[in-house]
């Protein structure tokens, strides 16, 4: 299968997640400060490797995860009615904690920058 159908699929299995997230899963531990960062199909249509971002602390994080791995029978029939495919791939979540990363990184950044601007490193 060619890897522009791929990603399209990827993109329509984005889609149906973002929109089960935003009004069609009744989890109380799925809050709405979750959000689907990517979506990989594998090659073969067997998965969909979903990752997804969840504002909160870890505790939240993991019971997001939960509630979406209960659902996912749920969530498969969804994409099986919403996209168009012979096989339905089945959705494997992983947590997406690149934005978390990122602002870890800035935050140490910008404390190296104060730390030499109080020395007075970088003035001259």
Known sequence: MNN????RISE???KVISELLY???KDPR???MTTVTDVKVTRDLSFANIYISVLGDKKEKEDCLK???SAKGFIRSEIGKRVDLRH?????FHLDETLEHASHITDLIEKVKME???????NE
């Open 23 to 25: 009004n069609g899963l």
């Open 88 to 92: 339905i791939p089945e959705p494997i």
């Open 116 to 122: 030499d601007n109080n020395r007075g490193i970088g």
């Open 12 to 14: 329509e299995v984005k």
């Open 67 to 69: 509630g979406l791995q």
């Open 4 to 7: 522009k159908r791929i990603n």
């Open 30 to 32: 799925v809050t709405s």
